[in-house]
């Protein structure tokens, strides 16, 4: 009895000894667990938190891609380094706040096109006449000129040569005051009712004069880029570009300003031009599109011309006496006035010859001119001047103004 007693208490200090210990050690295990949970969940936290959202972030974003920067040269400003990004640019900049030359442009574009839609349906001079509407119509023209000189561009011309620069930007206006005045001479005609005489010829030679000044003063600074010499094609192709320069003048002069429609479309190569660089420029078209643009254009205008020199007779004048000017011209090197004085005096004495004589002196003319473009290949004049300029201003100029000037 008394030895059952014993191991009754020794069982019973035993259990509480167990559950002490249990109590004790047991609280210290959880504590344990805890802590290796929350280790575990702030180490998993901290990846996350680190980790995996940058790297995300850095997935989503586009990788950068490195632009080759340069200096570009402008008219009037020091060089500026830009950067010649493939990217298209604003259509509108800050040279333009008032948006006058993108509305000027606009309309002078919706213009031509309904000139032009009226001379497809039968309109042989376009809807025009000596009326005040009419000049209404054509002074957006001229203030769309004077609107475009506060931009700046390159001083030369890129070696693609479907950018515009300050010199091609004063030859233009004074071409496009040119066939403007022109212009106002049939309008002025058809008013009084009689011809101005020796009016279209004073024109020309006003034009001829302006054209030379602008040629100096660029030559002066050193930044006279020919026009058609510059461009990377053979030299025969140089020559003929060179030769198709005259039949226009040389167009004007048999015309005497009958109608508006040739003008008109005259001047409409010179803009519209323009407005196909400017689009280029703004990464809007690429320099295809302005090759395919520019022949396009004056296919339209010489048929216009080509028409009125067949219904007023003098088209085999016309051709003979371009013919001439450019053999004069180029070859035998005279003065600009002195080819179009004798073309002039020609052209006023055309009724002496019959159209049979002036044919045979326009083909052979033009055998001669061919034959010589394929000569050019050897003259020194017809050889390409872009290859020895600098490009400093021309090769990574395609983003001035947004880049470089406008930012």
């Not at 950068?64 to 020091?78: A, D, E, F, I, N």
């Not at 000049?135 to 506060?150: D, I, K, R």
């Not at 013919?323 to 070859?331: F, G």
């Not at 001119?369 to 017809?382: E, L, P, T």
């Amino acid at each position: 009895m008394v030895r059952e007693c014993a191991l009754t208490q020794q069982s019973a200090s035993r259990s509480r000894l167990h559950s002490h210990i249990r109590s004790k050690y047991g609280a210290m295990l959880v504590l344990a667990c805890t802590v290796a949970v929350s280790e575990n969940s702030m180490a998993h936290w901290r990846a996350s938190a680190f980790t995996s959202l940058p790297q995300r972030t850095w997935q989503q974003r586009e990788p950068c891609r490195k632009v080759p920067s340069s200096r570009v040269t402008l008219h009037g400003q020091r060089t500026i380094a830009t950067q010649s990004g493939r990217r298209s640019v604003p259509l509108f900049t800050n040279e333009d706040s008032w948006r006058v030359h993108a509305i000027l442009g606009f309309f002078c574009v919706a213009h031509y096109l309904a000139r032009f839609c009226l001379y497809a349906v039968g309109d042989v001079d376009m809807g025009f006449a000596a009326d005040i509407p009419t000049l209404g119509f054509l002074a957006p023209h001229l203030a769309l000129q004077f609107s475009g000189f506060h931009f700046r561009m390159p001083r030369r011309r890129t070696q693609e040569g479907s950018r515009q620069w300050p010199e091609y930007r004063w030859q233009a206006f004074v071409y496009v005051v040119c066939c403007l005045a022109l212009l106002l001479v049939v309008w002025a005609q058809r008013a009084v009712g009689y011809p101005l005489c020796g009016a279209v010829e004073a024109i020309v030679f006003i034009r001829l004069f302006f054209s030379q000044a602008v040629i100096k003063h660029f030559s002066a600074l050193g930044e006279y880029t020919p026009t058609f010499r510059a461009i990377r094609v053979p030299p025969f192709m140089t020559y003929f570009l060179c030769a198709s320069q005259f039949p226009v003048t040389a167009g004007i002069l048999a015309g005497g300003a009958q109608r508006f429609a040739g003008i008109f479309a005259n001047l409409f190569v010179l803009q519209f031009t323009a407005f196909a660089m400017t689009l280029h420029r703004k990464r809007r078209v690429p320099h295809w599109v302005v090759a395919v643009i520019y022949p396009t254009i004056l296919t339209m205008a010489a048929a216009v011309n080509m028409r009125e020199a067949i219904e007023f007779g003098y088209l085999w004048p016309m051709l003979a006496v371009a013919n001439v000017a450019a053999l004069l011209r180029m070859e035998l090197r005279w003065s600009k006035y002195a080819v179009w004085i004798v073309g002039a005096i020609l052209l006023q004495c055309r009724q002496r010859l019959t159209q049979a004589s002036w044919m045979t002196l326009a083909t052979v003319t033009l055998v001669v001119i061919g034959v010589r473009a394929f000569q050019a290949s050897s003259q020194d004049r017809f050889r390409k001047e872009v290859t020895e300029r600098p490009l400093d201003t021309t090769r990574y100029s395609k983003d001035l103004e947004e880049e470089g000037v406008n930012a």
